[in-house]
């Protein structure tokens, strides 16, 4: 990656950067995500995780109940130095209404969805999970691209450890009745629709 001439990257201060100043840095890349006080640049989109998100976001919108409301790309500020950017959210409706919001806190958070990109594999496998659990988020799926299929791993928390455990992979289509009954055909991400 180079940086255009005459335009420098933001250097952080010492301990690095605060849940806060992601709402207060000027010329940040879009989606740009704070985990463990480092600033987190994505890579530009493929065809696959933008159809993933489509996919995930119209399914869910018509699935969940009225007082869940279902997002993409918004950050959670899962503490003073975590605010990741979930590719699609379900959170309270009653939180979501304002029009000046740009992070949600993890109780508003029923469902945090990753989909994963060759270089976000180890964030949406690892850190990311682990911060969600921490944080209490209830439920998070990973859906990743295998070959020429499309697989949803589905995970709950598990109240006793604290962390995920999983309920499910699916192949293809993701039909699950917990947090809520959603069937999605996952493999229209790798199709145009």
Do not use: C
């Amino acid at each position: 990656m180079s940086v255009e001439p005459g335009r420098a990257w933001p250097r952080p201060p010492v301990g690095g950067w605060r849940a806060e100043d992601l709402d207060h840095l000027s010329d940040l890349p879009p989606h740009t995500e704070l985990i463990d006080g480092s600033l987190v640049f994505m890579s530009p989109q493929t065809t696959f995780h933008a159809r993933a998100i489509r996919a995930l976001e119209n399914s869910l919108l018509e699935a969940v109940p009225p007082e869940w409301d279902v997002l993409r790309e918004m950050t959670v500020r899962l503490g003073p130095r975590d605010r990741p950017e979930p590719d699609v959210l379900v959170v309270r409706t009653e939180v979501s209404e304002g029009s000046d919001i740009t992070f949600f806190t993890p109780g508003d958070v029923l469902l945090a969805v990753e989909v994963v990109s060759p270089d976000s594999q180890s964030r949406d496998r690892g850190v990311k999970p682990r911060k969600y659990a921490e944080a209490g988020i209830r439920h998070f799926w990973r859906v990743e691209q295998e070959d020429d299929r499309v697989v949803a791993y589905v995970y709950a928390l598990d109240p006793a450890t604290g962390s995920y455990v999983p309920t499910g992979v699916h192949h293809e289509r993701l039909k699950v009745d917990v947090p809520f009954p959603v069937d999605i055909d996952l493999g229209a991400a790798l199709r145009r629709r």
